[in-house]
């Protein structure tokens, strides 16, 4: 089984048969307490790609089979008055994580954040996460926590 990394449109993501077991499978393990349960706003996705801020990709199982994703947002921060990229949502199926999926996503990332002449690629990780255990390993370094108090009035 060959694993191959694609830039995506929102549409074609969307329309890949296998997005929608896997968004499930994505709100299930990312979810923050608190917060409302993930739901893909596809409309903001489209209207972020279409101002030339976005990129996606997909890890695709022989050719077909959609097993991952990285949405990469890449606006211009005017604290820093450069395009700073972001990797908005990072996800490879827990069945196929040893595939290589993961890495290759990222560094399709990378490669991405580097041509729009982002000076690093900001990637988030779950708090004790695999991820967060890897990222180091792949030349990342912690520079933020992001700490999180429920409104409950809100």
Same mark, same amino acid.
């Given at each position: ?56 990709? $997909? ?21 820093? $008055? ?56 792949? $030349? ?15």
């Amino acid at each position: 089984m060959t694993v191959t990394i694609k830039p995506c449109t929102v549409d074609e993501i969307e329309r890949n048969p296998h997005f929608p077991a896997l968004a499930r499978e994505y709100a299930s393990e990312a979810a923050i307490h608190g917060l409302p349960a993930p739901v893909e706003k596809l409309a903001a996705y489209r209207l972020i790609e279409a101002s030339g801020c976005f990129q996606g990709y $997909g890890a695709f199982l022989d050719d077909d089979e959609l097993i991952g994703f990285v949405a990469l947002l890449l606006p211009v921060i005017p604290h820093y $008055g450069v395009a700073i990229a972001v990797s908005e949502s990072f996800f490879v199926a827990a069945a196929h994580r040893k595939s290589g999926a993961g890495i290759k996503l990222l560094r399709a990332a990378e490669r991405q954040a580097r041509q729009a002449g982002s000076p690093g690629l900001l990637v988030s990780a779950p708090y004790g996460g695999r991820l967060a255990r890897v990222l180091p390993h792949l $030349g990342y370094r912690e520079t933020n926590r992001v700490f999180f108090k429920e409104m409950a009035d809100a």
